[in-house]
């Protein structure tokens, strides 16, 4: 089945530099891949996400590349800001219907 | 706003006792569901997946008779733990597809077990 990690487990930024996550996954077969912004004591949040078929999206701070040679994708954060402290997870899915298989989660946090 | 609301939001329960989670989709139809477990700064764990009109799927090592799941309708699956433990203390999350690949979160029940 399919197996992704993450890192780094936990990251501390100043505010205004950037911060970068890096996830791979197994399964040559995952054609999805979502990153979710959880704070304490909610549910995840999806932030971005992006499909097989490209190899970047951005959405204004945020941004996420993927290497489907090398089985990795990454999220970018830019101009960090201290409402940005959270956990965040990745995660890769195959098919609709299918769940996620979820990264182990990086711990942001961005000191001001 | 939410498309995934999940109540409650947090339970106390006495040890011995059984406690009922809802999960519904707000404005879409979901034939699928999933659950899922998180214990402290640890990542989400599949637990099972709710199926409309039929028997959920459970992950290996996920007690059938513990954690029951009933997807009665398209709006609504119900996880509930039965003759709940401390050690069944957790969050408990739950999440629906709304199209080909987007799924939606519910906010999380904390289920703390005297």
């Known amino acids: 089945g399919e197996n992704v990690e993450q890192h780094p487990s936990t990251l501390s930024v100043q505010e205004g530099d950037s911060a970068v996550i890096k996830c791979t996954y197994s399964?040559?077969?995952?054609?999805?891949f979502p990153w979710y912004k959880q704070e304490l004591g909610k549910g995840p949040q999806l932030i971005i996400d992006?499909?097989?078929?490209?190899g970047e999206k951005k959405d204004q701070r945020i941004a996420v590349t993927l290497n489907k040679t090398a089985k990795h994708f990454s999220l970018h954060i830019t101009e960090t800001q201290p409402e940005d402290s959270a956990v965040y997870f990745c995660?890769?899915?195959?098919?609709?219907?299918?769940?996620?298989?979820f990264g182990p989660g990086t711990r942001l946090s961005v000191l001001p | 706003g939410a498309v995934v609301s999940q109540h409650p939001s947090w339970v106390i329960c006495k040890s011995g006792t059984s406690v009922k989670i809802e999960c519904r989709s707000l404005d879409f139809q979901a034939t699928t569901m999933f659950w899922y477990r998180q214990f402290p700064k640890q990542s989400l764990m599949l637990m099972a997946t709710s199926n409309e009109g039929s028997k959920a799927t459970y992950e290996q090592g996920v007690e059938k008779d513990k954690f029951l799941i009933n997807h009665a309708s398209l709006t609504l699956s119900t996880l509930t733990v039965t003759s709940a433990h401390p050690e069944d203390s957790s969050f408990y999350i739950c999440?629906?597809?709304?199209?080909?690949?987007?799924?939606?979160f519910g906010a999380g029940t904390r289920l703390s077990v005297l």
């Open positions: 995660a890769a899915s195959v098919t609709y219907g299918q769940n996620f298989v």
């Open positions: 992006i499909r097989s078929n490209v």
């Open positions: 999440s629906a597809p709304r199209d080909s690949f987007l799924q939606y």
């Open positions: 399964d040559s077969a995952s054609n999805y």
